[in-house]
Every structure is written in C-alpha cells, then in structure tokens.
Nanobody, 115 residues
C-alpha cells in the first residue's frame, strides 16, 4: 500500500531554515513526479513545489520561489524540501504526494515559524 512518512519539521525563528524529508513506499517512486503540499491553520491545502521523476525539472509556488528547494533521491525513495528565509506565513503542516496524486496522505510534519 502507498505510504508517505514526512519528517524534519519543528519550531524555527523567522529567517531560519529547515530541511524536510518524505520517505515514500508502495509504488515505483522513481517513475513519479513528486510534490510537497502544505496546509496552514484554517486554510486549504496548497501545492508548494514539484519535481520531475529524474529530478531535472522543478516548480514552485510564487510564495516560496527563491527560498525553497525541492530535491529527491530515487535510491532512497525520498523527496526533500530545503526551506530557507522562513517567515510566519510558512507555518503549516507539510505533506508530500505524487502526480497523479494518491488518495492517501501521510501524517505530515509541522513547521512553526515564530520568535
């Protein structure tokens, strides 16, 4: 069965950095575009970043462009999200998924940006 396990979140001060990881299983990871989503309190889940199956092409939401970097290691079935210059608007639970999106979600990892 498809499974996503996100980790790496935590409390960070404005301007700080975090690196999120997501280990995927139950499908052929290297064949799928992978994505990161986030859901802030009281808001809908939004797409943050995506990366092509071989990693050569990436895409970002305007709100994170230039600050976040998505990457992947197909040998480890893992997708990463390096987040720099964090601000309070980045506070959210972060999830990974694939394209096409699977109907299952992991538990997510909470990122809290606060002084």
């Amino acid at each position: 069965q498809v499974q996503f396990v996100e980790s790496g979140g935590g409390l960070v001060q404005p301007g700080g950095s975090l690196r999120l990881s997501c280990v995927a299983s139950g499908f052929t990871f290297s064949s799928y575009v992978m994505t990161w989503y986030r859901q802030a309190p009281g808001k809908e889940r939004e797409l943050v970043a995506g990366i092509a199956s071989a990693g050569a092409i990436t895409t970002y939401a305007d709100s994170v462009k230039g600050r976040f970097t998505i990457s992947r290691d197909n040998a480890k079935n893992t997708v990463y999200l390096q987040m720099n210059s964090l601000n309070s608007e980045d506070t959210a639970v972060y999830y990974c998924n694939a394209v096409p999106r699977f109907g299952v979600w992991g538990q997510g990892t909470l990122v809290t940006v606060s002084s």
